[in-house]
């Protein structure tokens, strides 16, 4: 049984992880958010230490580090902001634990450079959540793109509107600063995706980048990808809108839909195996997803000819 400590309790994502660490028969011994609306602990382990000040978070996991009763923390779980996942995953390697990060593992490439050599220093690993690289329906569709390599390229379309209210671009996720922007905040696990099951990246262009929606044209070893991300209502098809629903994904392959809505519900629980069994998603396994993101975040936008996305056709 391992001791786990978890960094951003108050977010949404945070459960998934607490899940993941009881699933895998360990333990959340000490949990930091400067937010207190933190009760969502007691389903899980209501006898953790709950800090809402990093000093006292950082001695206490420093009192653990130093004890002679086996009490130290072994793995940091990172659930924070964006912008803060580099320093608090160099804080877990300098304490002595391993670091399981959620997606981005960090906002800028050289980044990842910093932390692989901080993990040379302290011989701990850093870990991401990819849990995209887990599902079955993802894996048979690399498996399939694999045997007919040779072929001529996959013409993909990729679209994912996920509305959100007016707190949104109050928040620190409509900050560029702090979520690296719209396709780093709700993009990054898709263009990792992309990646994982096409290969190397060799184009990226931009045709629409704003503070709620973008979109561009990616080309990959095998694929040739049109993708489009929003969090505006208004870019959810019409149909599906007057149905209630606030949320739209499509992702095609060669006009075949690719379905993978369901088999969501444990991954993070296969997460967690994979990287307590020394199988996790390593830092240079995040460069081209981390590339590609702050790529798009820094060029500059140019009108979309025939490889834009359908849904341009109105902006």
């Known amino acids: 049984m391992k001791n786990f400590a978890l960094i951003g309790a108050a977010g949404y994502i945070a459960p998934r992880h607490m899940q993941a660490i009881k699933a895998t028969g360990n333990r959340l011994v000490a949990v930091l958010d400067p937010n207190d609306s933190v009760g969502i602990i007691d389903s899980h382990f209501p006898d953790a230490d709950f800090f809402t000040e990093f000093e006292r978070f950082d001695r206490h996991i420093d009192m653990r580090r130093r004890a002679k009763n086996g009490g130290k923390i072994d793995y940091v779980s990172i659930c924070s902001p964006n912008y803060l996942h580099d320093s608090h995953v160099r804080f877990a390697l300098r304490s002595g634990a391993h670091a399981i990060c959620e997606k981005p593992l960090v906002l800028n490439p050289w980044?990842?450079?910093?932390?692989?050599?901080?993990?040379?220093?302290?011989?701990?690993?850093?870990?991401?959540?990819?849990q995209l690289r887990l599902h079955p329906a993802i894996i048979a569709l690399r498996d399939k793109v694999k045997s007919n390599h040779g072929r001529s390229k996959h013409e993909v379309n990729l679209a994912y509107i996920t509305s959100r209210g007016h707190w949104y671009l109050q928040s620190w996720k409509g900050d560029l600063k702090k979520s690296g922007g719209i396709a780093t905040n709700i993009g990054v696990h898709f263009f990792d995706m992309l990646h994982f099951i096409f290969g190397a990246l060799q184009a990226n262009v931009v045709h629409l980048c704003s503070d709620t929606k973008a979109a561009g044209y990616l080309e990959y070893e095998s694929a040739r990808v049109r993708w489009f991300l929003s969090v505006d209502i208004e870019d959810v098809p019409v149909a599906q809108r007057?149905?209630?629903?606030?949320?739209?994904?499509?992702i095609t392959v060669d006009d075949d839909e690719i379905e993978f809505s369901g088999g969501f519900t444990d991954l993070h629980n296969r997460s967690y195996e994979e990287i307590l069994a020394g199988r996790g998603f390593s830092l240079e396994e995040n460069r081209t997803a981390i590339e590609t993101v702050a790529a798009i975040r820094t060029s500059k936008v140019v009108p979309a000819a025939d490889n834009g996305h359908p849904f341009l056709r109105n902006k």
């Open 242 to 250: 007057e149905s209630g629903q606030r949320t739209f994904r499509s």
């Open 111 to 130: 980044n990842i450079d910093g932390l692989q050599e901080i993990e040379r220093e302290t011989g701990k690993k850093v870990s991401s959540i990819l």
